[in-house]
């Protein structure tokens, strides 16, 4: 059942954890977005691991945003506990009280301060703080949100999407992109998606994702059942993000609904059960419902 | 009660006898106020995070969860073989599992029986007693008086169920996870009729009822009564019965976790020998204890019923390994149920070693203890997949839940440390013996067979 690694320890455990101490027990505040936001209710979602996997695919796809990565992060040594920072900070900013969503921002600002350097395939220098990038990582992670939750979560109500891209501005703003320049609604968000030009899958972003799609060490049942999430992944990316990466379309029954959220559950099943993540969990809902 | 004065063996059990023979009037007229207000609720739910639409079941149950469910009940009768993290996985599905809010609850009430609970029935707790697998207990009193437990299906589950049980190869990943070395398709297919068995509370109420008109009588067995015009496929109503829980027995003195044991070691041959049904979870929730060996079972939604050409070859496996001492016997049995590849090139005296310690128990005419050791040694047995009989033995699918539930069985009289002649026990009942009562429990169950008219047991009556 669980997802084993040969060594006998759970992947998901450092996830597990960052669950669990990004939810407060007693928060100060309902944080930058409170309990009765969409926000609170995507980032929840059970199907929020298909749009990890998406969201990264995508963000992978500006060279500059890779070499940054390639060049500075340690990812490929503890891929799972580089995960696992990410989606702890996205979930600390999401449920966290104010303040503790601020002072996480301020530490990843100042983490990407040093990040800069020059990329090997355009030839362009990047730097981490730049705005451009910041955003082009923001809006590839709320249009995954948004398009695998309606498409596996809880379905979204008309007017949901909109309401979740408006209400993610913060999360931009707080991470150092102008306020003006973020997308506040689906059409804003499509049109500056298209808009984005140099997009393309360099060795970096191939070797990455390919890792992401295919982690060493899964014992072989896992293993089955995390491709097969990969694929759902690669079915709900855009077509001009599939063909640069040249990913064949999945099996179109990969991707039915029922059986997408089936997988899901499985993998959700052994998450739920590492220590403190069905409490977390229960936080969330009880001030949902408060 | 524990008199200073050693008494002899057969003193003891005169006064067993009297103890037996007072059952008589066990659920004398007690006012259905009274048994509704002493059914406590087994455990805190989550009130606060109650299901309140059959979206919210779909997400917290739906895809794949109940299935999952169901095979952890499996795992849970079983110590070994199964990974830790499976069995935590399962523990804790099943343990916080939310229940449904009480409207939600009324809602399929209402849906099933056409009328509010309050308006089905006289009295109504909004609040559930208890957590059933895919549904919930709860008190209720009916119009004309009768203090019953209704069963409420969660909304949405039984959907939910028939699509998971169409992913075969997702539960075939499963259970491999679940049970390393089981060669596992056969019990992927068993879990599936199973489930879709489950989800049908009318088929349970059938099954509950065949087993409560057998049982009709009988001095220490019980089954709640179905109350038939308040059941449907998601709603099974029957008669409420108070009692303790098997947490409980486990800190009774010994004589009562004994004569408990017995009971329920005498309901599964019983059941499987005379009714030809087995009722398919041991499931120690499953039990309400009333002190004497007075038993109460519960849940009959895993219940397997057997033809005559499904039992004979495990009779003639019993008759040759327990009674005729006689391996080529026992192992042309188990070759004809199934169990064992015809031709296999392992030496009889293998065979016997190996499959007859299912019989361990019934092998010798004596007293002889369970233990959880015990219990646990015979599952390590079962899923031993380094001995030598291992590449060439298979559990066939009629038997899937058979062998659950012996392992479960073993599992609750191991947890009672439960002592008994089981080998004359099971004479008394085996059709190829036809052995006279060899307890108070047992002459009081004869004076039953006697009462209700039926023949006795076995090939020479």
Known sequence: MEPLTRDGLSPLKPLADALSSAVPEHPADDGLFGPRSVVWRLHRDRSFPVAAIRSLMLQALHPLTMAGVAQHSDWRRDPLGRLAATSGYVLTVTY????????????????????????????LPYSADDPALLLWVHAAMVDSVVCVADRYGRRLEPGDADRYVAEMVPFAVIVG??????????????????????????????????????????????????????QVAIG????????????????????????????VGVLDLSFESLPGVLEARQRIELRMRA | MSGAVPRSRAARAAALARLVLRIGGRYAARSPQLIFA???????????????????????????????????????????????????????????????????????????????????????????FAAASIGQVHRAITRDGRAVAVKVQYPGIGESIEADVRNVALLRRIARMA??????????????????????????????????????????????????????????????????????????????????????????????????????????????????????????????????????????????????????GFRAALERAGFLQPGAPVATELVVDHLGAFYNTVLRDG???????????????????????APYSNIPRAYVVLQRISLG?????????????????????????????????????????????????????
């Not at chain 1, 009280?97 to 030839?123: I, N, P, Q, S, W």
């Open chain 2, 38 to 128: 002493s059914v406590d609720r087994r455990r805190e739910l989550r009130h606060d995070l109650a299901l309140r639409s059959a979206e919210e079941v779909a997400e917290e149950l739906g895809a794949m969860k109940g299935a999952l469910m169901k095979l952890g009940q499996m795992a849970s009768y079983i110590d070994e073989g199964v990974p830790e993290e499976f069995r935590a996985t399962m523990a804790r599905l099943q343990r916080d599992a939310p229940p449904m809010s009480a409207g939600l609850a009324a809602a399929v009430v209402a849906e099933e029986l056409g009328d509010t609970p309050e308006g089905a029935f006289g009295r109504w707790d909004p609040l559930p």
């Open chain 2, 367 to 389: 007293p002889l203890t369970i233990t959880p050791e015990y219990a646990s040694a015979l599952v390590r047995r079962f899923f031993d997949t380094r001995s030598p009989i």
């Open chain 1, 96 to 123: 966290g009280a104010r303040a503790d969503a601020e002072a996480a921002a301020r530490r990843v600002r100042a983490v990407h301060r040093h990040v800069r350097g020059v990329d090997d395939v355009t030839g």
């Open chain 2, 179 to 328: 049970f390393p070395g089981l060669e596992t398709s056969a019990l992927v297919d068993e879990l599936r009729d199973r489930l879709r068995e489950e989800v049908d509370y009318a088929l349970e109420a059938e099954h509950q009822q065949l087993f409560a008109d057998y049982y009709e009588g009988h001095p220490v067995i019980h089954v709640p009564r179905v109350v038939p015009e308040l059941s449907t496929r998601r709603v099974l109503t029957s008669e409420l019965v108070p009692g303790s829980r098997f947490e409980d027995v486990l800190g009774w003195d010994q004589r009562e976790r004994d004569l408990a044991a017995e009971t329920i070691h005498r309901f599964v041959f019983r059941g499987l020998y005379r009714l030809h049904a087995f009722n398919g979870d041991p499931h120690p929730g499953n039990y309400l204890f009333h002190g004497r060996g007075r038993v109460t079972f519960l849940d009959f939604g895993l219940t397997k019923r057997f033809t005559a050409n499904d039992l004979a070859p495990l009779e003639d496996a019993a008759r040759y390994i327990a009674v005729e001492r006689d391996g080529a």
């Open chain 2, 409 to 461: 069985l073993y599992g609750v009289l191991g947890s009672l440390r439960a002592t008994g002649n089981w080998r004359r026990i099971a004479e008394e009942i085996w059709p190829f013996t036809n052995g006279p009562p060899s307890t108070p429990i047992g002459e009081a169950e004869a004076r039953w067979r006697a009462l209700r008219g039926e023949a006795p047991l076995g090939r020479s009556a």
């Open chain 1, 177 to 230: 992109i102008p306020e003006d320049l973020v997308p506040g609604s689906v059409r804003e968000l499509t049109d500056y998606l298209s808009s984005v030009g140099l997009l393309q899958a360099t060795p970096a972003a191939r070797d990455a994702i390919g890792f992401v799609l295919d982690p060493p060490d899964l014992d072989p049942d896992m293993r089955e059942t995390w491709r097969d999430l990969g």
């Open chain 1, 236 to 263: 709900t990316l855009p077509e001009w993000a599939r063909s640069l990466y040249g990913f064949p379309v999945p099996p179109t029954e990969a991707l039915e609904r029922v059986t997408v959220r089936q997988l």
